[in-house]
């Protein structure tokens, strides 16, 4: 039975990280210790629900929650330091702290350390999300106890509207550049005063302006969408800022 720690301090334990082509050792307090931190804890690096939409969700809503708050958003598993620096590299996780439970005491220690030994995982975390302030627990969303692995509650929208409940999660944002283009350089450089992050795919990396024309309708860079809408080029960026971020 998994055990709701609501109320109580984190468990003490020091993790044995990588940093710099170094051991570094980071203990609770060090994470903790007179902050707000929001952690999600899963199974494990590289798995599907894992890089598909657990740690990306998180990743793409870590500046909303700290605007709200939250000095740090936490991943945790149960795999070694370099598994974890390897995993946070190849999924660009640059808003996110990916800490290693390499021999699973914080996990066990939070009553979450349970037993998939029949995937052959051997011991492994629990899904859960939780905010912590100063080292104590105010909220903690636990994954129920079913077969799989359940993703249902501890998501980074669910965390989101606990936090900052009239807070809204920013629209993905896709910018198609070429290389060499002026105004892509402007919009790139509007989108990042603006504090908004985007994808970027550039022309020449099996991408065509057939390709793009097919996408936008228009063949010049940058063709700049915004949750799935067409904001258009330069100018029309401009004046969606106006319009979008007053």
Known sequence: MLSNREGQRVPEVTFKTRRDGQWANVSSADLFSGKTVVL????????????????????????????????????????????????????????????????????????????????????????????????????????????????????????????????RAPESMTMFTKPGCSYCTQAKDLLQQSGIEYEEISLGKGISTRSLQAVAGARTTPQIFSGGKRVGGLDELQTWLKENRA
């Not at 599907?48 to 708050?69: I, R």
Request: charged share 20%.
């Open 40 to 167: 999600f804890a899963l199974p494990g690096a590289y798995t599907p629900t894992c890089s598909s939409t657990h740690l990306p969700g998180f990743n793409a809503l870590a500046p909303v929650l700290k605007k709200h708050g939250v000095d740090d958003v936490i991943c945790l598993s149960v795999n070694d330091a370099f598994v974890m620096n390897e995993w946070a590299a190849s999924q660009e996780a640059q808003n996110l702290t990916l800490i290693p439970d390499g021999n699973g005491l914080f996990s066990e220690g939070m009553g979450m350390l349970v037993d998939k030994s029949d995937l052959g995982f051997g011991k492994r975390s629990w899904r859960y999300a939780m905010l912590v302030k100063d080292g104590v627990i105010e909220k903690m969303f636990i994954e129920p106890e079913k077969e799989g692995d359940p993703f249902e509650v501890s998501d980074a929208d669910t965390m989101l509207k606990y936090v900052a409940p009239s807070a």
